[in-house]
């Protein structure tokens, strides 16, 4: 009994370790970014439309149905 309590303390021990030590994702980067700059940030259908914008920057981020992930990125520079 002793040893089933150990390895199922152990596993989870394991488990919580890799997770929290997991990278962030590309989204994950640019709206922590956008975040820290202050940005204006707009949800839409639940998560699958993020649109962010600041004085000098608009991100969108538009993830589809297939779990698929993409980022566009406009400065006033670039506009």
Same mark, same amino acid.
Do not use: Y
């Given at each position: 009994?002793?040893?089933? /309590?150990? &390895? $199922?303390? &152990? ?19 640019? /709206?922590?970014? &956008?975040? #820290?700059?202050?940005?204006?940030? @707009?949800? @839409?259908? +639940?998560? +699958?439309?993020?649109? &962010?914008? $600041? +004085? #000098? @920057?608009?991100?969108?981020?538009? $993830? #589809?149905?297939?779990? +698929?992930? @993409? /980022? ?8």
């Amino acid at each position: 009994m002793k040893k089933v /309590i150990f &390895m $199922t303390i &152990m596993a989870l021990f394991l488990s919580l370790s890799f997770t929290s030590c997991r990278e962030q994702t590309e989204k994950e980067k640019v /709206i922590k970014e &956008m975040n #820290d700059q202050g940005a204006e940030v @707009k949800v @839409k259908r +639940d998560g +699958d439309k993020i649109k &962010m914008e $600041t +004085d #000098d @920057k608009k991100v969108k981020i538009k $993830t #589809d149905s297939d779990g +698929d992930v @993409k /980022i566009k990125k406009k400065t006033k520079d670039n506009e």
